[in-house]
């Protein structure tokens, strides 16, 4: 491993020397590359520093045991510098697992009402609210491609670009079944009702990663839906992208231009069959699946959200939270955090394995 952290030094400061040339400036695709590869160096370099400052510690202590006047000073120094150096070492195999390629993409995220009908559908309107929330609170975009919502304010089907710094990354494990237990707005008689939703998160895919033949696409335009009054359109803008060879359809109908719904259409669609590529790749290297914490089938159910007791349970990891209304207001850090030190983990000891 040391050997493996002095190269990754070398490879900072080269990128540092680059950086300090002013030709780079005048290419800005060697520009970008540059910046983002010290970006990902610089806190595997900072950890490795600390590393060697510890073990520089650790040395000293060592040498002042042999000084009866200083040995127990130098005792407590060598403890706290072994300690460090186990916390650091624990810290460099972590940032040094295999990147996921995707962790720096925008998030295509697909929600639907499940079981439960309306309530199902109020509970997916929930999430969106939740999802959308926290998306603010780390400074991402969010940008609807397409709602087919309910009288009642519910979400039959959503899709929503979230763009921003780690968004697949913080993301990627909330797809699966939220199951949901209240007392629906819907019921009189104040009984527990059980629903869910389904959430899809997909990694947004570019124009490099999926090559789509036009001929392969059919393309239908209709009048917007909508809530009534001014957002519905009096013009055919809405699309509906049919690609033959899966059979996947995509529809977006919120934007007034033709022009930008084909575009936003065409995104989700790049997306789905950038997935679908990914699940075929998964299957055939199973023992290297994206997630160790969960598979990302949408049938899985990870998490149930039961208000009567106001507690929020991840079921792969077993954790419990009891503070769902600021879980449901976007507070959603502890449980990202959590599932991203469990899928570490598991990573972790699958490589020890191997």
């Known amino acids: 491993m040391l050997n493996k952290l002095r190269d990754l030094v070398l490879r900072y400061e080269d990128l540092q020397a680059q ?4 030709g780079v400036y005048g290419d800005a695709e060697r520009l970008r590359a540059v910046n983002r590869e010290l970006k990902e160096l610089g806190p595997i370099v ?29 005792q407590a120094e060598l403890l706290e510098a072994r300690a460090e150096l186990r916390r650091l070492e624990e810290a460099l195999k972590i940032l040094l697992l295999p990147r996921d390629p995707n962790d720096g993409r925008n998030v295509i995220m697909e929600l639907r009402g499940g ?15 939740m999802y959308t ?31 921003g710094e780690g968004a697949f990354s913080r993301l990627k ?20 009702h059980t629903s869910a939703a389904t959430v899809a998160v997909l990694p947004e895919a570019e124009d490099v990663d999926v090559e789509i033949d036009p001929k392969d696409l059919q393309i239908d335009t209709y009048r917007s839906s909508g ?14 992208i049919t690609h033959l060879p899966t059979g996947l359809v995509v529809e977006c109908q919120d934007e007034r231009s033709q022009y930008k719904n084909k575009d936003k259409a065409m995104k989700v669609l790049r997306s789905r069959l950038y997935e679908m590529e990914l699940q075929r790749r998964d299957a055939a290297e199973a023992a290297q699946r994206r997630s160790q914490v969960g598979s990302g089938d949408r049938s899985e159910r990870i998490r149930t959200y039961n208000f009567p007791q106001g507690r929020v349970t991840d079921h792969r990891i077993g954790l419990t939270l009891y503070k769902l209304d600021a879980v449901m207001d976007g507070e959603l850090d502890e449980l990202l955090d959590a599932l991203i030190t469990a899928d570490q983990t598991e990573k972790l000891k699958s490589g020890e394995a191997g």
């Open 19 to 22: 950086l300090a040339d002013p």
């Open 173 to 192: 494990f909330e797809s699966g079944v939220h199951r949901v237990q209240r007392v629906p707005e819907t019921e009189s008689g104040g009984r527990i």
């Open 133 to 163: 929330m926290y998306a603010q609170s780390r400074g991402w975009r969010t940008d609807i491609v397409n709602l087919n919502g309910t009288e009642l304010g519910g979400v039959k089907e959503c899709s929503v670009l979230i763009e």
């Open 115 to 129: 079981v439960g009908g309306e309530e199902g559908a109020l509970f997916a309107a929930s999430l969106l609210r």
């Open 46 to 74: 900072e950890t490795f520093h600390q590393w060697e400052r510890a073990e520089e510690s650790r040395s000293g202590a060592e040498a002042l045991l042999h000084d009866p006047e200083l040995r127990d000073l130098a």
């Open 227 to 240: 809530a009534g009054g001014q957002h519905v359109n009096k013009t055919e803008s809405a699309i509906r």
